[in-house]
């Protein structure tokens, strides 16, 4: 079994690469469309660094589901890329880079949702039972479909 796993899926949308990626590269935006944020009502959240773009930061806590991490935005390309590094604290730690490529085309806009990481030896064991694209696979699906709502109904 590898010790490093890649998670994604993508979507295509007719907003434009600039009102997807405003949705992303700001935390402040992430409830309208992350499939964790209605995972706890009662959600502690703080924002810290930028405003957006490289430099802003996110920390959650909540309840068992929601669990406890933050999130660090590394690079910012406008219309084009956001990519993050994502520390899980609870309910197991971990530390993951997520990335969103935002890709225009004739079709729409293209986004692709990646989350890459190293496989623990948690999940190295139980990995024959249940992989990283099984436990966040369809969040990720979840996720995306919201996102492309949220960009539709912008006029950014």
């Not at 957006?52 to 589901?65: Q, V």
């Not at 079709?107 to 436990?135: E, P």
């Not at 966040?136 to 006029?155: M, P, S």
Request: proline residues 4%.
């Amino acid at each position: 079994m590898a010790d490093t796993f890649l998670v994604e899926r993508s979507i295509v949308t007719s907003a434009s690469p600039e009102a997807v990626h405003t949705l992303i590269d700001d935390f402040r935006n992430w409830p309208q469309w992350s499939p964790w944020e209605e995972l706890d009502p009662n959600m502690t959240r703080t924002y810290a660094g930028a405003d957006r773009g490289a430099g802003a930061s996110y920390a959650w806590s909540g309840n068992r589901k929601a669990g406890a991490g933050s999130m660090t935005i590394t690079e910012s390309v406008p219309g084009r890329k956001v990519k993050l590094d994502l520390s899980f604290l609870k309910p197991f730690r971990a530390q993951n880079v997520t990335t969103f490529l935002i890709e225009p085309g004739g079709s729409g806009t293209t986004v692709r949702w990646q989350m890459t990481g190293k496989q623990s030896w948690f999940f190295t064991v139980f990995g024959f039972v249940i992989s990283m694209d099984k436990m966040v696979g369809k969040d990720f699906e979840k996720g995306l479909a919201a996102l492309k709502r949220a960009a539709e109904t912008r006029t950014t």
